[in-house]
DNA sequence: AATGTATTTATGTGCAGACATAATAACCTG
DNA sequence: CAGGTTATTATGTCTGCACATAAATACATT
């Protein structure tokens, strides 16, 4: 029996990862070194290192200089969800989207959103709400505030037509965010326009962004009952 | 004014970053190929091409051969949740770990399990519930199905000091599996468990890991309210 | 015009070699 | 023995080159 050979990155991993599952390689153990593994492996280190690098972003694999790579002990389950557009998110479900503006106004937020945008106290927001529809039933609302210190051009925006969901990412860059998923009651306002019973759980997403040290916007999307984020792991 | 030299390939991401957040390559334009471009910063086109595909992994350029790469349109926001063992999660927010077992019984599951996990209908499978604690307080409650045709050393495990979280992250290795957050009301007898008002919201993670083409476990995890799960874009 | 074929081109990946860097291990030295 | 210095080592990355591959474009054929 002659080493087999694993040409490409991806047949190197593969081959790792069934070393790993099979428990060839324990958790918390050292593996092979990159050379070593390329001479077993018949190909060149950069293709190993480019196989490991992977499994270690992926959390597989915990790597560090000199002191080797190891198989993860408790592999942390790296969950990639895909924030997309919420339009896009409807489509993708094969439903048809509408969109409905509920109120825009320029108004001095309350202590609670400037303190987390960072925005003087005394500094006119500006303030949207709007729903969500799939198929012509409530999906998701949404209530954001925009600094319009840092996007003026969304004064002259009216919304009506398209949500300020979509607008941002294509005229506010942002250079970093926050998001958080939470479960949440629904006030009796929100119940209301979901068209759901009042205190129903229902699931928020909570986003805020930030270009550089100034916050652009804080948004928060409250899904209807039954709704559910899902991804691969 | 000589072009700088970008010669490491996070250096040229910034750059690329910089340009795109400038809009010098505005959302949908197509950018200069990766030949043209490595000549521009002074550097390999493999260093090029290592930061511009980290850029497309994140979701901030699509690329395609022969078509080139360009600015994405609607960047899809990738957020990557790290999903850790649940001690280790109560841990690094600096609250002492609990651990308490619930019930243990080897039952044949209700359909809505079996159908799930597609294990046949009068197969036994090991049924584990258990609360975590943070500080003694309650944090979450567990409700899992364990495949034991697949994980029979599960069967001597007792679970009373380990939680069956942990307990198979390091003993029963998959594949791959699926992951859903969502918002659900509690039932009578979590509300109970958890220690909050009845029909409180509640944030559920529900998770179902298979080893190739069979199921491993099947676990929904209920948080006490106020829990967020957050991290940063 | 419709269909099939060949060419072109940008990305995707592989390789060998080199140097950079971090972190451990080994060695001093007081 | 404690402390600091130096060597060693595994990963991290860059380079220049080559070829593979997907896909758009041009071209030829019916």
């Known amino acids: 029996m002659n080493a087999p050979s694993f040409r490409n990155w991806q047949s190197v991993q593969d081959e790792v990862l069934r070393r790993i599952h099979a428990r060839e390689w324990k958790p918390g153990e050292l593996i ?4 070593d593994l390329a001479v077993e492996f018949g ?9 490991l690098r992977a499994l270690a972003e992926s959390g597989l694999l915990d790597r560090r200089r000199k002191a080797g790579t190891r ?3 408790q592999p942390v389950a790296k969950a990639t969800l895909d924030i997309a557009v919420i339009r896009h998110e409807v489509e993708a479900r094969g439903n048809k989207y509408g969109y409905q503006l509920l109120m825009r106004e320029t108004v001095v937020p309350p202590a609670r959103i400037c303190g987390a945008m960072q925005t003087p106290a005394d500094a006119a927001l500006l303030h949207v709400r709007a729903l969500h529809l799939a198929d012509d ?4 609302v949404e209530d954001r505030w925009i600094n319009i210190g840092i996007v003026p051009q969304a004064q002259s925006e009216d919304f009506a037509t398209i949500s300020a969901n979509e607008w941002l990412l294509t005229h506010a860059p942002y250079t970093h965010g926050e998001i958080a998923f939470s479960a949440a009651q629904v006030s009796a306002d929100d119940a209301d326009i979901l068209g759901v019973a009042a205190q129903s ?3 928020a997403i909570d986003r805020l962004t930030w270009d550089n ?8 999307l409250l899904f209807t009952p039954g709704y559910q984020l899902r991804t691969q792991l």
Chains 1, 2 share one sequence.
């Open 213 to 220: 040290d100034a916050s652009v916007t804080k948004v928060r």
């Open 201 to 203: 759980a229902v699931f």
């Open 32 to 35: 092979p070194n990159e050379a």
């Open 43 to 51: 190909c060149a280190r950069s293709t190993v290192n480019r196989a």
């Open 137 to 140: 039933a409530p999906y998701a």
């Open 71 to 73: 198989v993860a002990a």
